[in-house]
């Protein structure tokens, strides 16, 4: 896979394609990143867009993962010694996801947000932003019902961010979309450059197939998750034979959240995928490709049921060793 391949698969939108494309003609040694509020437990979202860092990795990039622990704590979750704490399991777990230690950037927020001329050009980016522009931008992202002011800096720390690691690239879910907006009309006015960057897709609820998967309500898989909580939430899972079981609805309220999670999380980091289908219901079948499992479900070849007995093996398999990171340092306490 070439790389411009490797840093478009599977992404919702680049801003922008020429941007991206000169990333791609000469990849090596050029840095991406991505943030996280540090919470407690990896879920199915964190994965989404730690597989497109381990492509990015493949494509000769080098990769900064920001644990954004003033962030969080910007955005009401905790005090700074919980995040902290939280913060440290977290990069364990990525780690134990598949991201490369010896080619992984681990920082914290911390480590440099409070550095004097950090500081002093935040208050500049301040100046230049408008507090509805910034409150507009956290509309995917805040926590709780009313806007603090902390949360109105929570954007413009992140734009500053993408100019003080240093980096080319800026990658995030779609939620992350309306902040990166404002960091590339806001920074320009500081003088720095615009950043370019990349958007992952965000995974429909696993019950309904409707809106976004998220940690806080309705179903989603978490790195906590056991075999048994795998299988019993992809059995529930809403799955029509379909890849859009909205044909009405031009802005596709209603995703099939199966067909998705193989798309997005399975073949990405599976060769070949085998359904387990008892001879008489006409063997296993083998895929080297979304395209020809999601043909095969609109089809009715291969039935809902078994397509969903073979997405929790695997993704039991994907989960299967930042569980075990889990339980290691539970027991270490
Ligand atoms: C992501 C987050 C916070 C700060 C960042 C700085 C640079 C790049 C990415 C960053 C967290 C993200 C979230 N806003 O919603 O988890």
Redo the contacts with the bound molecule.
């Keep these: 896979m070439d790389a411009h391949e490797l840093l478009t698969r599977n992404v919702s939108e680049v801003v922008t394609e020429a941007e991206v494309e000169a990333l791609a003609d000469d990849p090596e040694g050029k840095r991406a990143?991505?943030?996280?509020?540090p919470s407690g437990v990896l879920h199915i979202g964190h994965m989404l867009t730690a597989n497109k860092l381990i492509d990015l990795q493949e494509a000769g990039f080098e990769v900064v993962v920001?644990l954004?622990d003033v962030?969080a704590y910007l955005n009401g979750k905790g005090t700074f010694e919980e995040i902290a704490d939280v913060a440290e399991r977290m990069r364990d777990q990525f780690v134990a996801y598949g991201l490369d230690e010896s080619q992984t950037e681990f920082r914290l927020?911390s480590e440099f947000q409070f550095d004097r001329e950090y500081v002093t050009d935040l208050h500049q980016l301040e100046l230049e932003t408008s507090l509805s522009r910034a409150e507009r931008a956290m509309s995917e992202?805040k926590s709780g019902d009313t806007v603090k002011v902390s949360q109105a800096v929570y954007p413009l720390?992140?734009a500053l961010?993408?100019v003080y690691?240093d980096l080319d690239l800026?990658v995030?879910g779609m939620?992350?979309r309306k902040?990166h907006m404002l960091a590339r009309d806001v920074l320009p006015k500081i003088d720095y450059d615009a950043p370019t960057c990349l958007h992952t897709p965000l995974i429909a609820d696993l019950g309904t197939g409707i809106g976004k998967m998220s940690s806080s309500e309705g179903v989603t898989i978490s790195m906590e998750d056991s075999t048994e909580d795998i299988e019993q939430k992809v059995n529930g899972a809403f799955c029509p034979p379909t890849r859009d079981p909205d044909p009405d609805d031009e802005g596709r309220e209603r995703e099939n959240p199966v067909l998705q999670i193989f798309e997005y999380h399975v073949f990405p980091r599976f060769e070949t995928v085998v359904v387990e289908r008892p001879e008489q219901y006409g063997g296993d079948l083998t895929y080297d490709d979304y395209e020809s499992l999601a043909d095969d479900l609109e089809s009715g070849e291969l039935h809902p049921a078994d397509a969903k007995g073979a997405l929790a093996t695997y993704l039991d398999e994907l989960i299967a060793p930042g569980r075990a990171q889990i339980v290691e340092s539970r027991d270490g306490r």
């Design positions: 990143y991505v943030g996280y509020e920001l954004a962030h927020g992202i720390m992140q961010d993408i690691l800026a995030g939620e992350q902040v």
